[in-house]
């Protein structure tokens, strides 16, 4: 009983940026690790952000410097801000979180994805 609710995706020009949300809700206990991943046309998904349950974040090799992840515990809540954004950074973004729900168990849920469109 655990959904993942992504937002802020859309169309923007070449060095423009957006914020992504993902809220989680339902039977949870805590969130260890949440992060993004995207999947773009043709290509292999990869993980763009993951930030740990103390706040620390890992990026790939493309997005540093560019994308900047973070999470509200208060709130369930992780954002992806992205920055400069460039033509191969179209992709459907999805996000994924590690949780500890009742009966102690910790298990991976998805988003459904948003889809993030850059215009050249």
């Known amino acids: 009983q655990v959904q993942l609710v992504e937002s802020g995706g859309g169309l923007v020009q070449v060095g423009g940026s957006l914020r992504l949300s993902c809220a989680a809700s339902?039977?949870?206990?805590?969130?260890?690790?949440m992060g993004w991943y995207r999947q773009a046309p043709g290509k292999q998904r990869e993980s763009v952000a993951v930030?740990?349950?103390?706040?620390?974040?890992n990026y790939g090799d493309s997005v540093k410097g560019r994308f900047t992840i973070s999470r509200d515990n208060a709130k369930n809540t992780v954002y992806l801000q992205m920055n400069s954004l460039k033509p191969e950074d179209t992709a459907v973004y999805y996000c994924?979180?590690?949780?500890?729900?009742?009966?102690?168990?910790?298990?991976?849920?998805w988003g459904q994805g948003t889809q993030v469109t850059v215009s050249s």
């Open positions: 994924h979180a590690l949780i500890f729900t009742t009966g102690f168990r910790q298990l991976n849920y």
């Open positions: 930030i740990s349950g103390g706040g620390n974040a």
């Open positions: 339902g039977s949870i206990v805590s969130i260890n690790t």
